[in-house]
């Protein structure tokens, strides 16, 4: 296992075009191979972000276009690849999964998570969002081992939940991804917040790679991806502009901040 | 139910000799009450922090001399009173627990919780702790329904565990204490965000009441005392000095907080 390598995470505004948003997502993923990062994660609805009734009548089949786009990508530049989520086809009328899907340098798909928390919110005049209209939850906490560490999966709105992470870390998560599309109202109240508590309370790495910017019909996201290390320290925070971020990912330094303060061994509820 | 009062959080810098301790707090929560506060919370050990040999060997039965002063000022003052924490005697030999006390305005002992994670910490050359020699861990989750709120009682190490705060929110909790000595190297790090990360992930305010300064034989502690609102925002945050801070609990606020963003409505794991 590599103890110390660099991982990225990948900052976009994503639209409606999804042609342009695969280009782009592309031309960022190379960017942060070509700095060396062996590790990249895309935000969530990286091939697309806009109304929801677009999102799903272009929902995807795993294995399909994007899925199969992606896969090729890792295995050209030789890394792994959080393909952040993308509107993945559901039995249910009307509606899509919200699913990430992990490949590894040989472009095989390691892994697949379908969002189980889905946003619901109404702050007048300011956030309103009914996901679980449109989006199918999934009910499957997912981790995987890798060479790279033991990743868990989990995606923007589900960072409220920390029982979730909770989930993670006793699968043995080290490593968490948090593609999202958290919005700016209440990104600016929340967003680093809990990233970094997820980290702290974990004593995992965490990578949440956020979108940025405006999207159709009329939502606004926050930028910001960060990256955190074990005892919450950011390594490295986007603005709110397309951009790729790079941080050093240090196996042993996450066993020695377990080991000094032994809190995930000191639990005593369930 | 008032839906609207002043709470305040008490900071301290308690030392090895109780009296002089116990007279600098009750001079203090004599200054909140003075400035309104209906609700006055003291840090970890207010009445005694030091080695944790003396500390045992001069825990209490509850009642007794502590328990029975602080009720006595609950009353005198007409305020609902968190007597931080004190060492309470245990029949385990050698040992005591860690012990929080809930006193009504009519100074009746209202809730007990005795603090159930337990700080062991090896920092090298930083912090060393090894709480669980000396105290004794409690196990009930504790909760108490007041014509103030509902409370949700908690100790300092206890702010790792999010799931504590979980099963209090389970029970209704609307207002978390967390009566602490959070040392300073600790606490620059997590203090802050741990305190936000649990009033925003349960829509609760959030009461830190910290101990600041040195005490015997080599403990640092931060200061900070926070209290913090559903949203997440800090409504008051002490310096590193004794200080009494105080800020406007609102439970409309919280219900609206909870209403329009109905997270805990939206739990999905266990």
């Known amino acids: 296992m590599s103890a110390e390598y660099l991982a990225a995470a990948v900052q976009l505004n994503s639209g409606e075009d999804k042609r342009a948003c695969l280009r782009r997502a592309t031309g960022l993923v190379e960017q942060a191979a070509e700095k060396g990062a062996q590790l990249v994660v895309l935000p969530e609805l990286f091939n ?6 677009r999102l799903v009548s272009a929902a995807e089949s795993i294995p399909g276009p994007t899925s199969d786009a992606m896969g090729q990508l890792a295995a050209r530049l030789k890394i792994t690849l959080l393909a952040g989520t993308i509107a993945e086809q559901s039995e249910a009328v009307g509606r899509a999964y919200n699913t990430s899907l992990l490949f590894g340098p040989d472009g095989q798909l390691i892994a697949r998570y379908r969002k189980i928390h889905l946003f619901d919110v109404h702050l007048p005049g300011r956030v309103t969002v009914d996901e679980s209209r449109w989006i199918q939850a999934g009910d499957a906490v997912t981790t995987a081992a ?33 593609p999202s ?16 508590a997820r980290a702290i309370e974990n004593q995992a790495y965490v990578i949440g790679a956020n979108q940025c910017g405006r999207h159709p019909p009329d939502l606004e996201t926050y930028g910001n991806s960060l990256i ?28 020695q901040v377990r080991q000094q303060l032994p809190a995930l061994n000191q639990r005593r509820l369930n």
Chains 1, 2 share one sequence.
């Open 48 to 53: 697309g972000l806009g109304r929801f009734s």
């Open 228 to 255: 955190v290390d074990p005892w919450g320290e950011i390594l490295a925070r986007a603005a709110d502009d397309e951009a790729v971020i790079l941080a050093k990912i240090d196996l042993q330094r996450l066993r």
């Open 181 to 196: 599309a958290f919005t700016r109202v209440t990104g600016r109240a929340h967003w680093e917040v809990l990233i970094r």
């Open 146 to 178: 890798t060479p790279l560490g033991n990743f868990g999966l989990s995606i923007c709105y589900d960072l409220r939940f920390p029982e979730l992470y909770r989930r993670l870390a006793d699968q043995q998560g080290e490593i968490f991804f948090v």
